[in-house]
């Protein structure tokens, strides 16, 4: 019960952060020609990536998924620094090339849209929230489903799309979307789900009228570093290994760029309670290991964006020292970071090996220096 309230937690957070934080910003209108509100309704054709052997045999069909979502345009501050920026959240349902085995997934994701093109015709929009997928694996009823154990899931989504404008405020977009599935190890097994789709959505924009104020760009710490620490909660190797808590401390040096990307280099070390458990199960002489061979300490590159109150940030790691070497010393995080204030931030992590995901995990960070 404890690691779904990990997961509840974490995940709300996701979803409630970019309202939350970005809600701070007073925006401007510049330009008559930019909506405040977007609605938009979408279908989806695609399939799932088979990722381990079992799937080639019992994918069936490919996967066909509508949406609806709702997003607000953000103009003035950090959003001046692309050609549209907006916020939304939308909701997704689709089916996942087996009803029997894989069933069908439900998630809410509140999402980020920006112009990466001149004048925000290309746009990416990248998410996170929370998944429900109706079938999982069960020793007895469904064994074959490998890739999830759980119905509450993590879902991460990027979506490439280009609107083509009509008449009447309506335009038509056509999109590639990349959609992951994973409970962060939780409950085993968990493989996870990934499906890619193209898409076309039909989309309504409220245009304002004109309004011409502007407003200032808040000065941002270009420089910091910071230290962390952050819990999660998952199984190691197998359904039948402990439920155990991991915990993690970081030190970052974090860039933050005049176009609010981000670069940096970090270092972390790494303690998990499931190494002990599986030892336990596996070794003679498991009484012998200690704190210092259940740690990993290791190397970091990071990027990502600054959205005002809140970061996004991809890091990539090596780990320099790893006594059990169980999954592999290369490692990936993706997290989420808002502002809570007096030099703190909230920070929700899903943390994965090759991208096989190994944990969720939340805690806070501090700012010891910036600039």
Request: charged share 15%.
């Amino acid at each position: 019960m404890k690691g779904y309230l990990t997961i509840l937690a974490g995940l709300f957070f996701c979803v409630a952060t970019p309202f939350t934080a970005l809600s701070q910003q007073n925006p401007s209108l510049p330009d008559d020609q930019l909506p405040t509100h977007v609605i938009n309704f979408s279908i989806h054709k695609g399939f799932l990536i088979p990722h381990y052997g079992l799937m080639d045999y019992y994918l069936e069909d490919k996967t066909l998924g509508i949406r609806l979502s709702i997003e607000k345009v953000v103009q003035g501050g950090w959003a001046d620094s692309f050609s549209y920026a907006s916020r939304g959240v939308e909701i997704y349902h689709t089916s996942l090339g087996n009803p029997k085995i894989l069933g069908h997934s439900t998630h809410l994701i509140a999402f980020g849209n920006l112009g990466i093109h001149s004048k925000g015709k290309g746009r990416l929009k990248f998410g996170g929230g929370i998944a429900f997928i109706s079938e999982k694996f069960d020793l007895e009823n469904n064994i074959k489903n490998a890739a999830i154990g759980s119905s509450l899931n993590g879902a991460i989504a990027f979506e490439y799309h280009f609107p083509i404008s009509l008449k009447g405020g309506f335009s038509l977009s056509p999109s590639l979307r990349f959609t992951h599935y994973s409970n962060g190890a939780y409950r085993l097994p968990n493989l996870g789900l990934n499906l890619f789709s193209m898409g076309l959505s039909l989309e309504k924009n409220r245009t304002p009228k004109y309004n011409s104020s502007k407003t200032e760009a808040p000065s941002l710490e270009r420089n910091r570093l910071q230290a962390g620490l952050s819990i999660g909660r998952n199984q190691l190797i197998d359904p039948e290994s402990q439920l155990s808590n991991n915990y993690n401390l970081s030190l970052q040096y974090i860039h933050t760029a005049p176009s609010n990307f981000i670069l940096g280099l970090g270092t972390d070390i790494h303690y998990s309670q499931s190494y002990q458990d599986y030892y336990t199960r596996n070794s003679a002489d498991a009484s012998s290991l200690g704190l210092l061979e259940s740690s990993r300490a290791g190397l970091t590159g990071i990027v990502g964006i600054s959205l005002g109150a809140t970061e996004i940030h991809g890091n990539v790691g090596y780990y320099i020292y790893d006594h059990q070497k169980i999954n592999g010393s290369l490692y990936q995080r993706f997290y989420v970071l808002t502002k809570l204030g007096k030099g703190f931030r909230l920070k929700f992590c899903l943390k994965s090996h090759n991208a096989k995901a190994e944990t969720f995990e939340l805690g806070l960070t501090k700012d010891l220096w910036k600039k």
